[in-house]
């Protein structure tokens, strides 16, 4: 890749994502990711985002978005109407994660879900020796200028998916630089989950 | 530095001539066969070899065919200036772009206020009640006189963005691309209303005379009234209240009602310049078939377009409260169910429905790029990290 080298988490959702599929990106940013799914993919792809400026920023890689935000932006989608629905860094800021996730898996055969480990050992740390709501990499915020509305950790998601009958194909946990498959609810930054419901 | 100079150097079309292409009958959506039809257009920058790089612009209800540079010894430039000419949106050294001025219309183009054959007078209320669609099989008559069998791209805003839709249901496949802006698949009760208390101004005027007022004075206090009440929803509170304020104007006249504040005296001279280059019965015509345009004909869009190959861009604008964000997301919905690419932006803007003329820079950067990708035909431009 000519100017930026491939973020970690981009590069574990590149490996989870077969070629040639269909792939929505649920807030989709600037669309670093899809351009990637497209270039190293040959992926058909579609982003969702609420900021104005990051689709631009999409508009200028050449990609489809839509305007709009993630709570509302599945309903209008048929059944499994992509091979793929990602949600990377966005479901902690969706209002209605539930609704949202039993949406993608019905608009999507697969869903790829990556969100910051709560439960990551820097936070426990923080929260059990200072007291102090944690601010880490991969949590950077303060608690008043946060835009994360959930808070949840690895085992959190097993657990909801356990709950919910929802199946876990692949889960891959990842630090700042590396993937941590040993204990990741206390060393991962970051979990990354392929998930279905069938 | 002479004036045409002075264009040029600021990405101008440059001097443009409006030319006309008549052919001898329409067939009307009603059935009744019309003729013959004049359409007075302008075409800018020069149409490829293969004529792959060819954009019909459509207008809006006061539009016409002059969308941009300016035509000899005048300096008015076109409606959309700002958008076409060398490096702009539809940028002329790459694009072939068309504008023609619309059927009904009285810029050029057959009209209420051109002359019957028959009767060798002007048609006034005899002209036939037409419809968007064709307004579109017209212009599609004119593109094929000019050889294009597929048009990179049709774009327009409002009324423009009603026959954008027309062509996509119609046309699709002459069509590789359209930009819907700031419209609607069918206008809502709102927009009706408003559009019918034009009608009524006109109709009102004494001098209308059931359309026959071609031999003497023109219904230009009726006129005046409608193009005022359309300039109010054209706007957005915050613009006027940003251009206007309650400031006063010191008109020194001593009469109760006169025009003291500002908005008002804005409001008349548009109103009173509005009459002097636009005819009441094309007014009264136009507005009727935008009223009635439903570009789905009363099936699901989403069945229709189902299969498509067209690409679509979808723009509206945040303070646009006469055709609101919410229709250009019924567009966007039926692009979606119908699985046909879409890119969908609602521009922040204050500017209230005027935006889609106004919002230079946001528009260009979106036409730019997704022309360029129709036109290259690849998924994806720039560099990673863009």
Same mark, same amino acid.
């Given at each position: 890749?000519?100017? @930026?080298?491939?973020? +970690?988490?981009?590069?574990?959702? +590149?490996?989870?994502?077969?070629?040639?599929?269909?792939?929505?990106? +649920?807030?989709?940013?600037?669309?670093? +990711? !899809?351009?990637? !799914?497209?270039?190293?993919?040959?992926?058909?792809?579609?982003? =969702?985002?609420?900021?104005?400026?990051?689709?631009?920023?999409?508009?200028? @890689?050449?990609?489809?978005?839509?305007?709009?935000?993630?709570?509302?932006?599945?309903?209008?989608? @048929?059944? &499994?109407?992509?091979?793929?629905?990602?949600?990377?860094?966005?479901?902690?800021?969706?209002?209605?994660?539930?609704?949202?996730?039993?949406?993608?898996?019905?608009?999507?055969?697969?869903? =790829?879900?990556?969100?910051?480990?709560?439960?990551?050992? &820097?936070?426990?740390?923080?929260?059990?020796?200072?007291?102090?709501?944690?601010?880490?990499?991969?949590?950077?915020?303060?608690?008043?200028?946060?835009?994360?509305?959930?808070?949840?950790?690895?085992?959190?998601?097993?657990?909801?998916?356990?709950? @919910?009958?929802?199946?876990?194909?692949?889960?891959?946990?990842?630090?700042?630089?590396?993937? =941590?498959?040993?204990?990741?609810? !206390?060393?991962?930054?970051?979990?990354?989950?392929? =998930?279905? &419901?069938? | 530095?002479?004036?045409?100079?002075?264009?040029?150097?600021?990405?101008?079309?440059?001097?443009?001539?409006?030319?006309?292409?008549?052919?001898?009958?329409?067939?009307?959506?009603?059935?009744?066969?019309?003729?013959?039809?004049?359409?007075?257009?302008?075409?800018?920058?020069?149409?490829?070899?293969?004529?792959?790089?060819?954009?019909?612009?459509?207008?809006?209800?006061?539009?016409? %065919?002059?969308?941009?540079?300016?035509? $000899?010894?005048?300096?008015?430039?076109?409606?959309?200036?700002?958008?076409?000419?060398?490096?702009?949106?539809?940028?002329?050294?790459?694009?072939?772009?068309?504008?023609?001025?619309?059927?009904?219309?009285?810029?050029?183009?057959?009209?209420?206020?051109?002359?019957?054959?028959?009767?060798?007078?002007?048609?006034?209320?005899?002209?036939?009640?037409?419809?968007?669609?064709?307004?579109?099989?017209?212009?599609?008559?004119?593109?094929?006189?000019?050889?294009?069998?597929?048009?990179?791209?049709?774009?327009?805003? *409002?009324?423009?963005?009603?026959?954008?839709?027309?062509?996509?249901?119609?046309?699709?496949?002459?069509?590789?691309?359209?930009?819907?802006?700031?419209?609607?698949?069918?206008?809502?009760?709102?927009?009706?209303?408003?559009?019918?208390?034009?009608?009524?101004?006109?109709?009102?005027?004494?001098?209308?005379?059931?359309?026959?007022?071609?031999?003497?004075?023109?219904?230009?206090?009726?006129?005046?009234? %409608?193009?005022?009440?359309?300039?109010?929803? /054209?706007? *957005?509170?915050?613009?006027?209240?940003?251009?206007?304020?309650?400031?006063?104007?010191?008109?020194?006249?001593?009469?109760?009602?006169?025009?003291?504040? #500002?908005?008002?005296?804005?409001?008349?001279?548009?109103?009173?310049?509005?009459?002097?280059?636009?005819?009441?019965? *094309?007014?009264?015509?136009?507005?009727?078939?935008?009223?009635?345009?439903?570009?789905?004909?009363?099936?699901?869009?989403?069945?229709?377009?189902?299969?498509?190959?067209?690409?679509?861009?979808?723009?509206?604008?945040?303070?646009?409260?006469?055709?609101?964000?919410?229709?250009?997301?019924?567009?966007?919905?039926?692009?979606?169910?119908?699985?046909? $690419?879409?890119? /969908?932006?609602?521009?922040?803007?204050?500017?209230?429905?005027?935006?889609?003329?106004?919002?230079? #820079? #946001?528009?260009?950067?979106?036409?730019?790029?997704?022309?360029?990708?129709?036109? /290259?035909?690849?998924?994806?431009?720039?560099?990673?990290?863009?």
């Amino acid at each position: 890749m000519a100017s @930026k080298e491939i973020q +970690l988490d981009h590069e574990v959702i +590149l490996d989870l994502i077969k070629p040639q599929s269909t792939v929505l990106d +649920l807030g989709c940013g600037n669309g670093d +990711l !899809l351009y990637l !799914l497209i270039k190293e993919r040959n992926a058909r792809v579609q982003g =969702i985002e609420i900021d104005e400026q990051a689709i631009y920023k999409c508009v200028a @890689k050449g990609l489809n978005v839509f305007h709009g935000d993630v709570d509302s932006g599945l309903t209008e989608f @048929k059944d &499994k109407s992509f091979d793929y629905v990602v949600l990377n860094q966005s479901l902690q800021q969706i209002l209605h994660v539930d609704k949202v996730l039993i949406d993608a898996l019905r608009v999507g055969k697969k869903v =790829i879900v990556g969100f910051p480990n709560f439960a990551h050992y &820097k936070s426990r740390v923080q929260m059990f020796f200072r007291g102090r709501t944690p601010v880490t990499g991969a949590l950077p915020y303060q608690w008043y200028d946060t835009p994360n509305l959930h808070f949840l950790s690895i085992s959190d998601f097993k657990n909801y998916c356990r709950l @919910k009958k929802i199946n876990v194909e692949r889960s891959v946990c990842i630090g700042q630089a590396r993937r =941590i498959p040993f204990l990741p609810n !206390l060393f991962a930054q970051t979990g990354i989950f392929l =998930i279905s &419901k069938e | 530095m002479n004036k045409e100079n002075k264009i040029i150097q600021n990405n101008s079309a440059g001097i443009v001539k409006a030319q006309v292409f008549t052919f001898d009958t329409l067939k009307l959506e009603s059935g009744e066969r019309f003729g013959p039809v004049s359409l007075a257009y302008e075409t800018y920058g020069v149409l490829n070899k293969d004529k792959s790089n060819a954009i019909l612009i459509t207008h809006a209800l006061s539009g016409d %065919a002059h969308a941009a540079g300016v035509h $000899e010894g005048e300096d008015n430039p076109g409606w959309w200036n700002e958008f076409i000419g060398p490096q702009k949106a539809f940028d002329t050294d790459k694009y072939f772009v068309i504008c023609s001025n619309i059927l009904g219309g009285c810029k050029g183009s057959t009209g209420p206020s051109s002359i019957n054959p028959k009767t060798t007078k002007p048609y006034a209320l005899d002209f036939p009640l037409i419809t968007i669609n064709d307004i579109v099989n017209a212009q599609k008559r004119l593109v094929d006189h000019l050889g294009i069998e597929k048009l990179l791209a049709v774009v327009g805003g *409002s009324m423009g963005g009603q026959q954008v839709l027309s062509w996509l249901v119609n046309y699709p496949q002459s069509l590789r691309s359209v930009v819907p802006i700031a419209t609607t698949i069918k206008h809502s009760p709102q927009q009706i209303a408003f559009n019918e208390v034009g009608r009524q101004a006109i109709m009102a005027d004494a001098h209308w005379k059931s359309g026959n007022y071609y031999d003497g004075p023109v219904p230009s206090k009726g006129l005046a009234v %409608a193009r005022m009440i359309g300039h109010i929803t /054209y706007m *957005s509170d915050k613009s006027m209240a940003e251009k206007f304020g309650r400031a006063k104007k010191d008109v020194g006249e001593t009469f109760k009602f006169t025009a003291d504040f #500002e908005v008002e005296g804005y409001l008349r001279y548009r109103g009173d310049n509005f009459v002097k280059r636009f005819d009441a019965n *094309s007014y009264l015509y136009i507005t009727k078939a935008m009223d009635n345009f439903d570009a789905s004909g009363g099936r699901r869009l989403e069945e229709i377009l189902q299969g498509t190959k067209v690409k679509v861009l979808v723009i509206s604008f945040k303070s646009d409260w006469l055709y609101p964000a919410y229709q250009s997301k019924e567009i966007v919905k039926a692009c979606k169910l119908s699985g046909v $690419e879409t890119t /969908y932006c609602e521009i922040d803007s204050t500017y209230g429905h005027d935006a889609f003329l106004l919002e230079v #820079e #946001e528009e260009t950067h979106l036409l730019k790029h997704f022309l360029k990708k129709i036109f /290259y035909a690849y998924e994806v431009t720039g560099d990673y990290g863009v």
